[in-house]
Each structure stands twice: as C-alpha cells, then as structure tokens.
C-alpha cells in the first residue's frame, strides 16, 4: 500500500511540475525522486494514457488541446496584438521583387494587410481571405492554386492545389503554424492543409515560420516538417526560454518583437 501511495505522489508532482515548468526530462525526476529512468518512463506513460500530459523523447510536456481546427474569425482574435508586430517584422524580410508563398492564417494576413509598403512583389498563395487583401494593392501580382475551399480557414487544399503549387519555386515561404515544439517540428490541426504545407516548403529556398508564442511546446494532429528545415522564426516576447535557446543552437534565427 506504501509503494501505491509513494506512486501516487510521484505522479502527482511530475504533474505539478509540468503543469508549472511547461515540461520535464525523465533524468531530471530521476534524481529528484531517486527512482530509476524506467519508473520515470512508466509514469509519464501512465499519465499520458490518461491524457494528462504528451510524452517527448526524454520527457514530457503538458498537455494542451491541441487538435481543435477553429475557425480563421476565432483565430483573428487570439493574440492580436502579437499577430501584428509580427506581421510588420515580417515586411522588413522581403525584398523588392522577391517571390514569395503567404499561408492561410491569422498572422500571414497581418503580413498581407502590409505589403502595400513594396513595390514589385510576386505572392502565391492558398487562402483567399489574403488574395481579396491583396487585390487592392495595385503593386503586388497574386496567383492563386487551385484546390478545393476549406470554409474553417478559407484555404484551398487537395491534390490539385499541391500539383499547382510544385509548378513554382519561390524566394520566401512565411508559414503560419498552430503548433511548435523544437524537438519535434511544426504542426497543424488539417491533415489536407498539412500536404500542402509541405509542398510550400519544398518549392521554398527560405522558410520563414510566423508565430505568436502561444504555440510554443505545443503539437497539433498533423505534422508538417522538422525545425531541420526551418531558416527563421518570428515571434513575440513570450517564447519560452528554452524554446529558444534550442532554436538558436540548431542554427535557426529567432526573430522577438
């Protein structure tokens, strides 16, 4: 019975902990609690089953709902205020005559209500919330994939989106994200969206993600590409410290604003 409470507080504490820290690693518990990495390992597996937390390689971190597709209205008005610094740093990235991909998303259309600033810019892009931005500003050419209409986000997705997009290749990729873990990559609730953001990084020479700091040590259902292919990240003043420090370590620039 002893040996069932002692467990019970463990597993307690590795909660609290994670609930506080945002995340934990299974050698650190082991010394805190002098247990072996493997009862660590069946804690953290026991509390993930119950959905109280995500397992990581050589962690965890805390759980958070991360498979809700909400809607690009609802998205507009989380973390305004960020979206739209970073929308204006990411201006200072672009060149005159660049080519450049804007996602669909709540922060890549704070960086289209921003390029009337440019002259001569080329935007492809998949969400046409952005394209009708984009069409009163007499300096900017938009090309549209074709695709089928996701009506949450008003982007177009599918295989004939994906074929249209590989016609391209392009200078920038500005990518907007709903999940970002630096152990693990960037992610999106949309499977359909996820394809075709994988394509855009593939026809990309720089991938650029904009992203408020809430979707930091977050993973959402659908996977798209490991921090490996990422060049530079824009985003606010919340990310969390180690968020950072392991982005810079792997070579990725951290743009705060």
Known sequence: MMEKTSTLERRARILEQ???????????LSGVFGVSEVTIRNDLAHLEHKNLLLRTRGGAIKQRRVGLDFALEEKQKQHLEE??????????????????????????????????????ITVITDALNIASILAEHKNVKVIIP?????????SLVGSLAEQNFRNYYCDKLFL?????????????????????????VEISREIIVVTDSSKFLRRS?????????IDTVITDKGIPPEEHNNLKNMGVKVIVV
């Open 18 to 28: 994670v609930d506080t820290d945002g995340q934990v690693e299974v050698q650190h």
């Open 146 to 154: 074709g695709g089928v209409l996701r009506e949450n986000s008003y």
């Open 176 to 200: 907007g994200v709903d999940g970002f873990d630096s152990k693990y990559g960037i992610s999106t609730p949309n499977v359909e969206e996820a394809q075709v953001n994988r394509v855009m």
């Open 221 to 229: 259902f659908a996977f798209i590409t490991p921090i490996t292919k």
């Open 83 to 120: 979206k739209q610094r970073i929308g204006r740093a990411a201006i200072e990235l672009i060149k005159e005559y660049d080519t450049i991909v804007l996602d669909s998303g709540s922060t890549t259309m704070e960086i289209a209500k921003n390029l009337n600033r440019l002259n001569h």
